[in-house]
């Protein structure tokens, strides 16, 4: 059977890669309740039920609560719009992929309570470590690169950027958002949940060590998947930043001493 299930999660944490694993027939949507998702422009079903929601982003205030630009916290908020925007995409899609900083703090937990209220099988994926998400947010923003592309056809400019140093207070900030957010929203997850490490999963050397730990989430999910999907974002050259970013980072080696070993205890 196919289930349907969210991949709730932390930025900069692998949630991309692993909602486009387990895609198959265009079964998913990403970022549904933030107002700059891309899939407005490119997934006709999904603006289908954007506008029979009257959810137009152009219609709509911008939020009272971070983030300020999402204009869809506004129907996050109101638990009434949102679940019955969420009954009409989940009648429509099998599987969401949404990371919880496109949304205020409210629209997450009614996002959350939907999904146990409704059997929504839920994935939880974070990094154990604070550091590497915060400096792979500013590099994203440095290079305008958040993912490789389907056929990474965006290594080439991130292999070739000339990296500027790394800003502190952005790294401080986040460190601490981290480890105050990813606890909070994992104690309300139903006891059912999977919850996914990225150092579990992409930190594994090998593609068949990382097919295992994949399986153990296809199981959980009981869906088939495309095994092609499957083998071009679990490989093992899908990291966007590694070692090649850092050694061209100036100050990389004192932002990491300074907040390298900051960890996220659940």
């Known amino acids: 059977m196919d289930s349907k299930f969210v991949i709730f999660g932390q930025e900069r944490a692998g949630t991309t890669s692993l909602i486009s694993a387990l895609n198959k027939n265009d079964r998913i949507v990403h970022e549904p309740i933030s107002s700059l998702t891309g899939d407005l422009e490119h997934n006709p079903r999904y603006a ?13 205030p911008y939020s009272k609560n971070i983030p300020y630009f999402n204009k869809f916290n506004n ?20 599987g969401v992929k949404h ?3 496109t949304s205020s703090e409210e ?3 009614n996002f959350l309570y939907y999904c146990q209220a409704h059997g929504i099988k839920i994935i939880f994926q974070y990094r154990e470590s604070a550091f590497y998400p915060a400096v792979s ?21 991130v292999d070739s950027f000339d990296y500027k140093e790394l800003e502190e207070p952005p790294i401080k900030r986040r460190v601490a958002w981290y480890k105050k ?3 909070y929203y994992h104690s309300l997850l139903p006891p059912d949940s999977f919850t996914s490490k990225y150092e579990d999963l992409y930190g594994l050397e090998s593609y068949t060590e990382r097919l295992n730990r ?6 959980y999910l009981d869906v088939e998947v495309d095994i092609s999907n499957v083998e071009n974002f679990l490989s093992t050259d899908r990291r966007v930043f590694g070692k090649k970013a850092y050694n061209k980072i100036p100050n990389y080696q004192e932002m990491f001493e300074r907040y ?3 960890k996220i205890k659940l």
């Open 48 to 60: 289908k039920i954007i506008q029979e929601h009257k959810m137009d982003p152009n219609t709509l």
């Open 75 to 94: 129907i996050a908020e109101d638990k009434d719009k949102l679940w019955s925007f969420l009954d009409s995409l989940f009648s429509t899609f099998d």
């Open 99 to 101: 990371v919880w900083c």
């Open 107 to 109: 629209g997450n937990e």
């Open 137 to 157: 947010w500013q590099l994203a923003n440095q290079v305008q690169v958040w993912q490789l592309g389907e056929n990474k056809e965006y290594k080439s400019t």
């Open 181 to 183: 957010y990813i606890p």
């Open 214 to 219: 994949f399986n153990d989430i296809i199981y």
């Open 260 to 262: 390298g070993q900051e």
